[in-house]
């Protein structure tokens, strides 16, 4: 009884998300303009309808539009402990990836990160001589046995019950041994001072955001903006739809565009994990780079120099 | 406390080195506290700035100071299994050298984890350890297998250093007042009476018992923060008793390098004799064909098999515009050649094996950072990235700093040491003439008596 009336919640809950996601998506015009408008006060006074706490529809100028940790009003705890009943997962479509970066960009404005950090990256992968390379943006995958976790000596990077992996970044102390821990290179460490000029007054393992000198960061799925009933910024920005971004209890994702069923999505289109070999269990899947979009060269070509350098090897090994 | 003949003939010789500190002495305090003081510099800056001032980047996360841990730490266990074995099964030999492998023990125990903490992020945070354990972590696993390695390894030394602490204080030394206070508080009032004798012969040997399994375990765990994850080169069940023979080896190098610096520079040549050097070096032999097995298995299994990731590490380790020729190095120099040098009788000398054994501590060095590097040089992911210090690890001057400041930080703790306490054992020497029989007689009437 009691597991229904959280997965009712749940879904109501989702539904109420996906609306808000829709509404606010549609009167900015664009998916990509929604989540770069968020940082910056436009002259134009856009109007956008947004859904009130007390379930009223309510229009607003834009340029009210704050970022996400100024609002989250969560506690430290609730932090740690997740969305309850809420079993968050990403699917990537392969096949309509081309490498347009606008994913990196929007989670680099999103998180304040200077444009070398990259907590959510896109490598160009080639598994086999034969094979054709294809896009592979990567992300955290919130592995639900999460080899980050299991060193963690602090307790500061730890799994929630809503699946996602998140780092207290005043806990941490910098030992770096997640990172090492990480088979898939998501961490990165604040070498030098970060300097985003941002009050941590507001900070909770939730908005990530300041980061701090001598810790340990990453992808956190946003759970902010999810928290406020928004996508993460990655899926939101993507021009081609290759995120999608849901909840496993409810067995739906959504790319912003469309809604889908996870389970009837995974069995189309022979959805896989990442190296499911390493027993990591990522709540990441991806969907192969079958009945591809774009050719692969339409992620390279239209590259600044210093980014094509990175896929060079690959290219060439193409050539 | 009374000597015998031999015992006093030790002390008086040794007497000068722990009276007088010495020019000598003076010139190295300064200039290992020179170093120290760069150190410290780069270790300010490494506070101030971050750890962006080293070469440690987000793909390869540690890089010297990780190296040195694992190097110090090695020689630490090294240290209390040879001087737990030697006297545990009581070798008559082994009595004079007992000394110098505790104070290996202890020295590169407090100088190891010392590196460990310079790889944290954040020195303002390390309490959390204790505040907020997650004992599931090998990290924790690690930090209380070390301290509680560093309590039994300073009180094994403390044990056998009591009977010498009495000898110092009967002996109307020439030294400030402090000091003879000093030796006299900290040998306990230890008279010589049976029933003390008895009870430090004892302690001795429960710690030693103690002692050796928990090195054993301690290097095992410090192998396991490597062994735990799932990283192509690391991932590997012998690294446990791989890491174990490697401290012993490379432990049983700087005890005989140590050897010989003392010898030559305390004229210790009655006590750290010729025989003593061959006997190490057989030694070093035995554990250079084990070490060397563990290393033979451990590259030819990977590359046998060949797994892509695995592969990966063992092309980097083999390719001479990589790393091809400090493998060759360390295995060459840290295997090979040790045993070659034991095995003909005509450079079976102490100066030859000394000097082989400098070289062998310097290749089992370049093996730590060989098994660290390259293993973080290759991610299962592709690193695509275009930044070159990203890429490949480098290390930057203050990690050399800090290296070079720990190494001097070793030999200034030996250096003082070595005025506090004579390097050779006094009473102990006593237990290989004529103590044995007497001591057990001892024990055996006190052990009728009723309670």
């Not at chain 2, 309590?151 to 250093?161: E, I, N, Q, R």
Request: hydrophobic content about 45%; glycine content about 6%.
């Amino acid at each position: 009884m009691k597991q229904e009336e959280i997965k009712d919640k749940g879904r109501r809950d989702f539904i109420k998300t996906a609306a808000i996601a829709t509404i606010a998506t549609t009167a900015c015009g664009s998916l990509a303009c929604s989540c770069s408008s968020k940082h910056e006060h436009h002259k134009a006074a856009e109007k956008v309808k947004l859904l009130s706490p007390d379930g009223e529809i309510v229009e607003i100028d834009s340029s009210y539009l704050d970022h996400a940790n100024h609002m989250s009003i969560i506690s430290k705890k609730q932090a740690r402990e997740g969305i309850p009943g809420r079993k968050f997962v990403m699917v990537i479509d392969l096949a309509r990836c081309k490498n347009a970066r606008k994913c990196v960009t929007a989670c680099q404005k999103m998180h304040h990160l200077p444009v070398e950090k990259e907590w959510l990256s896109v490598k160009l992968m080639k598994d086999s001589d034969k094979g054709s390379p294809y896009w592979f943006p990567k992300t955290c995958f919130h592995c639900d046995d999460p080899p980050c976790v299991k060193v963690c000596p602090v307790d500061a990077t730890f799994k929630r019950q809503d699946g996602l992996v998140l780092i207290d970044n005043e806990r941490c102390i910098g030992c770096k041994f997640c990172m090492a821990a990480c088979p898939y290179s998501t961490r990165v460490f604040n070498w030098d001072e970060p300097n985003q000029g941002i009050s941590d007054a507001n900070y909770t393992a939730e908005s990530s955001v300041p980061s701090k000198i001598g810790t340990v960061e990453k992808c956190d799925f946003c759970p902010d903006m999810i928290r406020q009933g928004l996508l993460p910024d990655c899926v939101t920005a993507c021009p081609n739809g290759v995120f999608y971004f849901g909840d496993e209890n409810e067995d739906t994702v959504t790319n912003g565009d469309e809604t889908v069923s996870l389970s009837q999505l995974l069995k189309d289109r022979g959805g896989y994990r990442f190296m499911e070999e390493l027993g990591t269990k990522p709540r990441l899947y991806y969907l192969p780079p079958k009945d591809r979009m774009f050719p692969v060269e339409r992620g390279y070509e239209s590259l600044p120099e210093e980014l094509k350098e990175r896929y060079k090897d690959v290219i060439e090994m193409e050539k | 406390m009374e000597l015998n003949t031999f015992q006093q003939t030790a002390f008086d010789h040794q007497r000068p080195t722990i009276e007088k500190f010495g020019k000598r002495a003076w010139f190295w305090t300064f200039f290992f506290l020179l170093w120290i003081a760069v150190g410290g510099y780069a270790l300010y800056l490494q506070i101030a700035k971050g750890h962006g001032v080293t070469g440690m980047r987000d793909n390869v996360v540690w890089g010297l100071f990780i190296v040195n841990f694992i190097f110090f730490i090695g020689i630490s266990y090294a240290g209390a299994i040879i001087s737990g074995l030697l006297l545990l099964f009581k070798v008559s030999w082994g009595k004079p050298i007992i000394r110098l492998a505790q104070m290996m023990t202890i020295i590169s125990v407090i100088v190891g984890p010392i590196f460990i903490l310079l790889c944290v992020g954040r020195f303002d945070r390390l309490h959390y350890l204790f505040i907020y354990p997650r004992i599931q972590s090998p990290m924790t696993w690690d930090v209380l297998a070390i301290l509680t390695y560093f309590v039994g390894s300073v009180l094994f030394l403390y044990m056998a250093l009591i009977k010498d602490f009495a000898v110092y204080r009967d002996a109307k030394l020439n030294i400030p007042k402090w000091k003879q206070k000093l030796y006299s508080a900290l040998s306990l009032g230890y008279r010589g009476a049976a029933s003390q004798k008895r009870h430090l012969i004892r302690s001795q040997n429960l710690l030693a018992i103690i002692l050796i399994p928990l090195s054993i375990m301690v290097s095992s765990i410090l192998s396991w923060i490597f062994g735990m994850t799932l990283r192509p080169g690391w991932h590997s069940t012998i690294f446990g008793p791989y890491f174990v023979l490697a401290a012993l080896y490379s432990g049983c190098g700087v005890l005989i390098v140590a050897m010989w610096v003392y010898r030559k520079m305390y004229k210790l040549e009655n006590y750290f004799t010729d025989r003593h050097f061959t006997y190490l070096g057989y030694t070093m032999m035995i554990l250079a064909a084990g070490y060397g097995y563990f290393t033979f298995s451990e590259y030819f299994t990977s590359w046998f098999s060949s797994e892509v990731w695995d592969n990966e590490v063992i092309n980097k380790l083999f390719n001479p515009a990589e790393y091809g020729w400090w493998t060759l190095f360390a295995n060459v120099v840290g295997i090979i050649i040790p045993m070659l040098i034991v095995a003909i009788p005509k450079t079976r000398t102490p100066n030859v094996i000394s000097l082989v054994a400098f070289c062998m501590v310097i290749a089992l060095w370049v093996k730590r950072y060989l098994i660290i590097v390259p293993t973080l040089e290759s991610p299962l992911v592709p690193m695509q990235d275009t930044r070159q210090e990203y890429v490949k690890y480098s290390a930057t001057w203050p990690e050399w700093a800090l290296t070079f400041a720990g190494i001097a930080t070793f030999l200034l703790f030996f250096t003082l040491m070595s005025k506090f306490v004579t390097v050779v054992p006094v009473s102990g020497l006593e237990d290989t003439k004529t103590h044995h029989e007497h001591a057990k007689d001892h024990v055996k009437k006190e052990d009728i008596q009723p309670a």
